[in-house]
């Protein structure tokens, strides 16, 4: 074995796992990490970003797509502070990754050196915290252990963050030590005697209804939970921002449950006898604050199949809980055998026809003020974009328009196609969609809002540097929307805080070196949408709209005049 700089042991540890592309933003920390990227620039790539919050939303967006961790590598203090965004994203979407800080030197540390942290109080591992695991680095012959106990402890059982803190002094250091091999995640099976007992539960159910969601989700697994319904005649419902767990274009598929849902899905849940929840938490969103499936114990009878067993019973105390991941569960799920009719075949029939209902806005829709017809240009979008397109979008009410009118491509299709934050982190979209299409080179398209955009809209200069394309429909109402709605439901009229004096974005945009155009009509947006997916390089279109079109149910001034009756 041949000596060589901790800091490219640490690059040739991340190939041996497979990783292609890490995300970050150079810090005199780890300059020993970054000679070693430049010396296996040929196997690996590092992608500069602008700020740490994009590349840590980038790196959050690499492990959603490849279901592996993310990588992202910041300097001490600032750095990491700017990257807990993603931390905290990657945390509550069970996102696997790895955040690597660059540290102050061991004979400095806890003397509040020059941007010191303490990384293991402020990122606290639990359930409580941002991430799974938090460890230092102090001895460069240990690297590859610490490098493959990252990999495993941020895919096994529930997947999440993981940080590893690298002092400086250490990634100077020379050793004759190698990679270890590839870490693959562990499978958890589902006890035969529990698949017995939900069989029994199934048979004597007449409402059941499937919550897909949470991490972990591969195409075969889709596949298997898709046959499993097809098998038992199920409705499937996914859960906030995993609307690509069950194709939206099955037959089978009951619509997505989070915030906005439709009103008849919630009647749904509240009605049915059996919730089987394959792989979500059952967070807040998900639940209607708890409502829709009431805590401790849910009116429902609930089965609730995870990754973690910890997860299991920690919020709702489950009629049945399966502790198995989601390729082992979807694959025993696919084989427990269906009887020859079940009693529930209107009722998914019903289940669906909610969701159609819900997608037509000609079907009881509302008009809503303005030039611009949301509905319709997501209807475009599902009529142009390629069947792999990657969506991405941040946190606001403009998102809520993809979420409703957009059928999602599901997994089973082979290819992940909806990153978004369940966090509700705002500035996500516009780094996932650019971190999507370097990863990928697949069609990337992000829907942002005025507010949501300029979180992280220095991105942009990422994408040109790095060859990436993606197409940014920004949606420009000149107010923080989502905050501006609970304003006015809440103190009727009393604006503060929330309206926004915005620079002229398509300008903005061309700084950057996206091509960009305004709209203001609806039938500018096909050719608009069209120029985008043609032109070689990324745009954004700007969409101007009335702060009135606040969500997809309603307008502005129906929550106030609401508010004040």
Not at 207 to 227: H, N
Not at 254 to 279: C, F, H, K, T, Y
């Amino acid at each position: 074995m041949t000596q060589k700089l901790a800091g490219h042991l640490l690059v040739e540890c991340l190939i041996a796992q497979g990783v292609t592309h890490a995300f970050g933003v150079p810090g005199e920390s780890y300059l020993a990490v970054l000679d070693g990227f430049h010396a296996h620039a040929d196997r690996i790539r590092f992608v500069m970003n602008r700020q740490e919050g994009g590349a840590a939303f980038m790196a959050e967006a690499q492990g959603k797509l490849t279901g592996r961790p993310g990588i992202c590598f910041v300097t001490r203090g600032p750095g990491a502070t700017n990257a807990s965004i993603g931390l905290h994203t990657a945390f509550q979407d069970s996102t696997p990754m790895v955040l690597f800080i660059g540290d102050v030197a061991s004979d400095a540390r806890d003397r509040e050196a020059f941007q010191e942290v303490d990384y293991l109080s402020f990122f606290g591992p639990s359930t409580k915290g941002m991430a799974k695991r938090v460890e230092r680095i102090d001895d460069a012959r240990r690297i590859p252990e610490y490098v493959a106990r990252a990999f495993a402890t941020a895919m096994n059982g529930r997947p999440g963050p993981v940080v590893l803190v690298l002092p400086e002094d250490m990634l100077t250091q020379t050793v004759d030590v190698e990679p270890l091999p590839r870490v693959e995640p562990v499978q958890a099976w589902s006890d035969p005697g529990a698949l017995r007992t939900l069989r029994e539960l199934l048979l004597q159910a007449e409402r059941p209804l499937v919550i897909a969601g949470g991490g972990g989700w591969t195409p075969q697994s889709a596949a298997a939970l898709q046959r499993f319904a097809e098998n038992w005649q199920l409705p499937v419902a996914n859960a906030f921002r995993f609307q690509d767990c069950f194709d939206n274009h099955h037959p089978n598929y009951a619509g997505d449950i989070g915030l906005g849902i439709n009103p008849a899905l919630a009647a749904r849940v509240r009605e049915s006898d059996l919730l089987i929840a394959i792989g979500p938490r059952l967070g807040e969103s998900t639940t209607g604050g708890y409502t829709l499936i009431e805590a401790p114990v849910p009116k429902q009878k609930l089965v609730h199949i995870h990754a973690s067993a910890e997860e299991l019973n920690r919020v709702y105390q489950a009629t049945l809980a399966i502790n198995a991941t989601m390729n082992a569960a979807a694959r025993s799920l696919e084989v427990l055998t269906a009887p020859p009719g079940v009693a529930w075949g209107q009722w998914t029939q019903a289940c669906h026809a909610d969701y159609e209902a819900n997608v037509d806005v000609g079907n009881g829709g509302i008009v809503l003020p303005g030039t611009i017809d949301m509905p319709a240009l997501i209807h475009t979008l599902q009529e142009h974009l390629p069947a792999d397109a990657v969506l991405t979008n941040g946190a606001g009410n403009f998102a809520s328009w993809l979420h409703r009118f957009y059928r999602y491509h599901g997994l089973v299709k082979g290819h992940k196609t909806q990153l978004a934050p369940t966090n509700g982190a705002m500035g996500y979209g516009v780094p996932a969609g650019i971190g999507a299409a370097i990863l990928t080179g697949r069609t990337a398209f992000t829907i942002a809002g005025d507010g949501d955009f300029l979180m992280n809209g220095q991105e942009l200069a990422t994408a040109v540097q790095h060859g990436a394309k993606s197409i940014v429909l920004l949606l420009n109402n000149g107010t923080f929307g989502t905050i501006r709605m609970h304003q006015e439901r809440e103190y009727p009229a009393r604006v503060s805080g929330s309206d926004l004096n915005n620079p002229d974005f398509c300008a903005l945009a061309r700084a950057y070196g996206y091509a960009a155009e305004q709209i203001t009509h609806t039938a500018e947006f096909e050719p608009a949408l069209l120029r985008a997916l043609a032109a070689p390089g990324g745009t954004v279109i700007e969409v101007m709209l009335s702060e009135e079109v606040i969500t997809t149910r309603g307008t502005l001034s129906a929550i106030r005049d609401k508010a004040r009756a």
